[in-house]
């Protein structure tokens, strides 16, 4: 027997391609060719599974070796195919037990002594190879701990190719070697700020609630100090904990951007890029393996933008599609690479560049046109699909003492939020919604659950008198409901109807 | 004579016995040009092989036939065709082929062979 093939997973964004990496032995002197588009790193795996095999005490054949990577056409990049072609190779002279590699999937790079080092992107490639029916796969020993959490799978965590060789019937001596471990996880700071600390907002507090139980994006305004960014920080810690197939995409994510990942964190993510960031650091970019960026790493969470009015207007505009679709594409020549990006988007802004514009006892020192410019970077589509606009004024010294008594805790908070989106979700059972915030508007205001007249009558008057356009109803209507489901109202009151109008409208309108 | 060049000698000749014993007829032994030497020029059939023997007693320097590389084969080539140039009568008509026999072991009277058909 001389053709041998096994299977390895090509990473396009999070989704992965199952790649059949075969290899022949032709009657020629010794060479070692690699295609089906290797990259550069890819292509050097020929040295690494020479020394490898040689330090491991596997033979490889003494005459031409071609591995070929299929579907031939599709971009295959990183040091995660070594083991799949060295054990190809490998198997070119007999000796291991064909069926065994034809169902297994091997992922890894090898060092030069033999020993499988890890990799990044190990979880969404294990997903990958389940989702396309395989059940054994062979990971690097410092990926055991990431690839255990799909269920379903036979993990084999290999110290060392003689090991996997060994495990498909392979006739080597057993050596034992110290298996080369991941850098531990960053310390996971417990940094749990409590909503408790919040002092004399209550109307915000209300609101960031608002926001949690039904999903809607918001934007907080207001002058330094007032505690924007403070609330924004304690949204992750309100809102449900993820689900397991959440959890899982948002391991994944990590997983891709070289995270070491090794349990599922049920903690909605928090990502809050700086307003010098890049397009391509939002987005995710690279010219050929393509890094999830900070849209895609907030996905089932929370992506903060401090100082909105202060980053660049076309990484805002980038917002737009994953806001409106939940996928973020990124196109590169030959493959397009698509990451999840369902977040809950949180502005933050100054009224104006000094931040004092419209503040009681201080004076604004920027020029008219300056302040427009502030906040005309934020209008248009953007501001069109945030619900929430939430005025903050600084917090006086009566407030703060005033206040001291009724301040709401995280844990009750969170307790809210999860009644308010059961309720919701109990009621759009039979919908393709689970949240308010998603909710499409066509089907609020004409599906079997629209309002009765007298309820809107607020909506209708702010309607005709032009302060709200029909986005902006559908919007204050989803609003309406997330609030009744707080107050435990089985249909919006007038009066959340109101309040829903209070929060809905803010600079834009 | 160097010792590398007494083992690539009695190499040759284990080589040259080998062919032999397989019923090939050997045209031509260490035949020289301006350009380097072939070391093997034989019959199989009616098919001309130019035959590139390497041997080496052990493995330190890696295996005889990784020294077979693509420059070495194109040079291989170059000898064949200005061979089958220098004898036209026996050349002409004939397929040419190139083959590499690699001779490893410590004694070439017992060392191990392997013969390479048909390089590209």
Known sequence: MTASRTWSVALTGIDGALVEVEADQSNQTPDFRIIGLPDSALREAASRVHNASANSGLALSRRRITVNLSPASLPKHGSGFDVAIAIS???????MDAASLARTVHLGELGLDGRLRPVPGVLPAVLAATRAGFDRIVVPHGNAAEAELVDGVTVLAAASLAEVARWHGADVAETTVEPIERPPAAETTPSDPDLADVIGQPEAVEALITAAAGDHHLLMSGPPGAGKTMLASRLPGILPELDHAAALEAASIRSLGGEPVDTLVRRPPFEAPHHSASVAALVGGGSRLVRPGAIARATHGVLFLDEAGEFPAHALDALRQPLETGTIVIHRAGFTAAFPARFQLVLATNPCPCGN?????????????????????LSGPLLDRVDIELHLARVSVAHADLADGKRVSTDAARARVAEARHRAAHRLRDTPWCVNGRVSG?????????LPVASRRPLDAALS??????????RTLRLAWTIADL????????HDVGRALFLKRGIGA | MAAKDETGRAGEDRAAAHLERKGWRLLDRNWRCAD?????????????VIVEVKTRRGMGFGHPLEAVDAR??????????????????IARGREVRLDAIAVLGPEPATAKIEHVVDLR
Do not use: F, N, S
Not at chain 1, 89 to 95: E, K, V, Y
Not at chain 2, 36 to 48: K, P, Q, S
Not at chain 2, 74 to 81: E, G, I, K
């Open chain 1, 357 to 377: 514009y419209g503040v009681r006892g201080a004076d604004c020192v920027c020029p008219p046109m300056a302040i427009r410019r502030y906040l005309g970077r």
């Open chain 2, 36 to 48: 380097g030497e072939l070391d093997i020029v034989a019959l199989e059939d009616e098919e001309l």
């Open chain 1, 442 to 450: 066509p089907w609020l205001r004409q599906g079997p659950l629209a």
């Open chain 1, 487 to 494: 107050c435990g109202h089985a249909v919006p009151t007038v």
């Open chain 1, 89 to 95: 190779a490998l198997a070119t002279d007999g000796g």
């Open chain 2, 72 to 89: 070495k084969r194109a040079r291989l080539w170059r000898l064949a065709m200005a061979w089958a140039a220098a004898h036209p009568q």
């Open chain 1, 465 to 474: 008198r032009g302060a709200l356009t029909l986005r902006g109803y559908d």
